[in-house]
Antibody, heavy 123, light 109 residues
Framework: QVQLQESGPGLVTPSATLSLTCDVSGGAISAGFHWGWLRQPPGKGLEWIGAVYHSGISYYNTSLKLRAAISVDTSKNQFSLRLNSVTAADTAVYYC????????????????WGKGTTVTVSS | EIVLTQSPGTLSLSPGETVTLSCRASESIDRDYLAWYQQRPGRAPRLLIFSAYARATGVPGRFSGSGSGTDFSLTISGLEPEDFAIYYCQQYGRSPSLTFGGGTKVEMK
């Protein structure tokens, strides 16, 4: 059974870069799925950030204005998120998740989630 | 971008009751590619339904999804104590876009 675990700093300074890693256990990251990140600001709903395939092909939420980058390390069976120029609006619980593609024309739904990690942007 | 509107915002119900949650899309969702998630307090979301009506692995039979086009529903037949949570719908019909609804909270009366 695939399990995901997020890790990274819980506090990030404004204008700095947020970096998180997701460790995948119970299955190979190169098994044919996409892997990605979502976030949830305090008391609010879910926002998709982006996803990556083990080949390195990636997709992003255009609302993040190119601030996000997701990469994969197949040798470590993990993938990572970098979000630059953070502000208080980036304060949220960040989740990593396995992404399932909806056929050849659809996009993603998420079937396995990490427990989430809280990131606060503050000086 | 397809906007998903969930209604109502909050429902107050008792265990054993049956509830139907609504998710309406601003335009038709291709191939009815709609998913439902459950989020209990302090927990990560959990996939319940994908492709509008297909139950995810391990999801109890009291959860059922229905609908097509722009109108979708999630029905919980006989609320259990662990079902009191927030429920989100999500569309993934057209690459490269996916969006979530604002959620419906099912609280215990």
């Amino acid at each position: 059974q695939v399990q995901l675990q997020e890790s990274g700093p819980g506090l990030v300074t404004p204008s700095a870069t947020l970096s998180l890693t997701c460790d995948v256990s119970g299955g190979a990251i190169s098994a044919g799925f996409h892997w990605g990140w979502l976030r949830q600001p305090p008391g609010k709903g879910l926002e998709w950030i982006g996803a990556v395939y083990h080949s390195g092909i990636s997709y992003y939420n255009t609302s993040l204005k190119l601030r996000a980058a997701i990469s994969v390390d197949t040798s470590k069976n993990q993938f990572s998120l970098r979000l630059n120029s953070v502000t208080a609006a980036d304060t949220a619980v960040y989740y990593c998740a396995r992404h399932h593609k909806g056929g050849t024309t659809g996009f993603f739904y998420m079937d396995v989630w990490g427990k989430g990690t809280t990131v606060t942007v503050s000086s | 971008e397809i906007v998903l509107t969930q209604s109502p915002g909050t429902l107050s119900l008792s265990p054993g009751e049956t509830v139907t949650l609504s998710c309406r899309a601003s335009e038709s969702i291709d191939r009815d590619y709609l998913a439902w998630y459950q989020q209990r307090p302090g927990r990560a979301p959990r996939l319940l339904i994908f492709s509008a009506y297909a139950r995810a692995t391990g999801v109890p039979g009291r959860f059922s999804g229905s609908g097509s086009g722009t109108d979708f529903s999630l029905t919980i037949s006989g609320l259990e104590p662990e079902d009191f949570a927030i429920y989100y719908c999500q569309q993934y019909g057209r690459s490269p876009s996916l969006t979530f609804g604002g959620g419906t909270k099912v609280e215990m009366k």
